[in-house]
């Protein structure tokens, strides 16, 4: 079983449509959880992340972090054309090499058509 | 601010060449990695760098090597290069105290 299982997608959807993209973790030990941004032939741009569980929200995104569940979720509302991309989960946890060790999904495809 | 910066972008190589893949970044991070992501694989972490002076293994580090030549830079050697290693690079930097990562362009390698 993989650390962190994200379904790839893709996913379509009409312009000003809300995005619900998810995360499941199996490793309790993962403090910090974030999303990344990737457009075609680009590299991952931060968007969100967050240390606890709750929301965090910042501007049409939202992310979301259960860790009783193990679960994390980030919803686009008011989706754009411009939000086309890929999106992935990361999970941090510390090592005893000193870093944090972090743990992506393998990214859920997202189009938005106008 | 460039914050992480990587060369060539491009590259196209034959089986048994040898190049190095640079990367720089401005951040003052302390803590910097290199990856690549193949279709379907996602992110894979060749190695890393905890901190200047320091360098480890990550997933998948058979074929390459690493220089972190001081705390802006990281640079990743293919000593012999083979198809398999057609990919795209990623360097990335980190703030140690979260542990996220940024992210440079890429260099898309063609190994022929």
């Known amino acids: 079983q993989k650390e962190v299982e994200q379904d790839p997608g893709p996913l379509s959807v009409p312009e000003g449509a809300i995005v619900s993209l998810n995360c499941t973790y199996s490793?309790?030990?993962?403090?910090?959880f974030m999303w990344y941004r990737q457009y075609s032939r680009k590299g991952p741009e931060l968007l969100m992340y967050?240390?606890?569980?709750g929301n965090k929200e910042d501007g049409r995104f939202t992310a979301q972090v259960d860790k009783s569940s193990k679960y994390i979720s980030l919803f686009i509302r008011d989706s754009q054309p411009s939000d086309s991309a890929t999106y992935l989960c990361?999970?941090?946890?510390?090592?005893?090499?000193?870093?944090?060790?972090?743990?992506f999904g393998a990214g859920t495809r997202l189009a938005v058509h106008p | 601010n460039a914050g992480v910066t990587q060369t060539p972008k491009f590259q196209v190589l034959k089986t048994g060449q040898s190049m190095t893949l640079q990367c720089a970044q401005d951040?003052?991070?302390?803590?910097m990695y290199w990856y690549r992501q193949d279709p379907g694989m996602g992110l894979r972490l060749i190695y890393y760098s905890a901190s200047e002076g320091t360098t480890d293994k990550g997933e998948v580090p058979n074929g390459y090597n690493v220089s972190r030549l001081n705390k802006r830079e990281f640079s990743l050697r293919l000593e012999s290069a083979a198809p398999s290693q057609t990919s795209v690079y990623f360097c990335a930097s980190s703030d140690s105290a979260s542990g996220t990562q940024y992210f440079g362009p890429g260099t898309r390698l063609l190994v022929l």
């Open positions: 951040m003052n991070h302390n803590s």
């Open positions: 490793n309790s030990a993962f403090q910090y």
């Open positions: 990361a999970m941090s946890a510390p090592t005893s090499g000193g870093y944090n060790k972090l743990i």
């Open positions: 967050t240390y606890s569980s």
